[in-house]
């Protein structure tokens, strides 16, 4: 079965403007949960979503946002960036609580220049 | 605040020889512990779980062992082969912190040829 799917994998962007990341879930997996990795601060939580609702956050900025639909797929977005928030962004999918393990997607790096 | 942190940043060990990678967590209630592996470039792969009702689990040359005592951590690679380079983080979840993994902050793993 497919795996966790991340689009685009390499993003460059300009500080300022805003990007929207998307995540597809394994199939029948209704959990999706986002992280931000960078080499100082390693794997960061974002949000996690089930079933359209935002369950949980993490301690960034309103700057960070996200949605997910009623198939499941997720999008992450992210405005006014800076370059700080240049990172690899990891979307985990699960099928409930992650209490059987999460699948992580190999991620969209974000450049912000 | 609750934590998960591991012991050594990198660890080098000789191809054949058995690898120990070691994680401490800080809060008794966590019931559920992941570990995974990274490669450069990809995102993290699960690679064995254990419950806290249980100390020991074996996977395909890999056992993990927990000691809720001392709460510690560790994951054992049985005959450590070139492949198992990678970045290796521990992961707890439990209820009091809502769907959300905490990570440690990673160990790389270096075969020595």
């Known amino acids: 079965k497919a795996g966790v799917t991340q689009t685009p994998r390499y993003l460059i962007k300009t500080r300022g403007q805003q990007v929207t990341l998307s995540c597809s879930p394994i199939?029948?997996?209704?959990?999706v949960s986002w992280y931000q990795q960078t080499p100082g601060q390693g794997l960061q939580f974002l949000f996690e979503?089930?079933?359209?609702?935002?369950?949980n956050k993490g301690n960034f900025p309103g700057r960070f946002s996200g949605r997910q639909f009623s198939n499941s797929r997720s999008e992450m977005n992210v405005s006014t960036l800076e370059l700080g928030d240049s990172a690899l962004y990891l979307c985990?999918?699960?099928?409930?609580?992650?209490?059987?393990?999460?699948?992580f997607g190999s991620g969209t790096r974000l450049t912000v220049v | 605040g609750e934590s998960v942190g591991l012991h050594l940043p990198t660890l080098s060990v000789q191809e054949g020889d058995n690898s120990i990678i070691n994680c401490a967590y800080s809060?008794?209630?966590?019931?559920?512990f992941i570990w995974y592996k990274q490669e450069s470039g990809k995102g993290p792969q699960f690679i064995i779980d254990?419950?806290?009702n249980m100390d020991k689990r074996q996977g395909q040359r890999v056992t993990v062992l927990l000691n809720k005592t001392v709460k510690h951590l560790s994951l054992q690679i049985a005959a450590t082969q070139p492949g198992d380079s990678a970045v290796y983080f521990c992961?707890?979840?439990?209820?009091?912190?809502?769907?959300?993994?905490?990570w440690g902050a990673g160990t790389k793993l270096i075969i020595k040829p």
């Open positions: 979503y089930f079933s359209e609702t935002q369950r």
């Open positions: 199939s029948g997996h209704r959990s």
């Open positions: 254990i419950r806290s």
């Open positions: 985990a999918s699960s099928a409930d609580r992650g209490d059987s393990g999460y699948t």
């Open positions: 809060n008794s209630a966590s019931d559920y």
């Open positions: 992961a707890e979840n439990n209820w009091d912190s809502n769907y959300q993994l905490i």
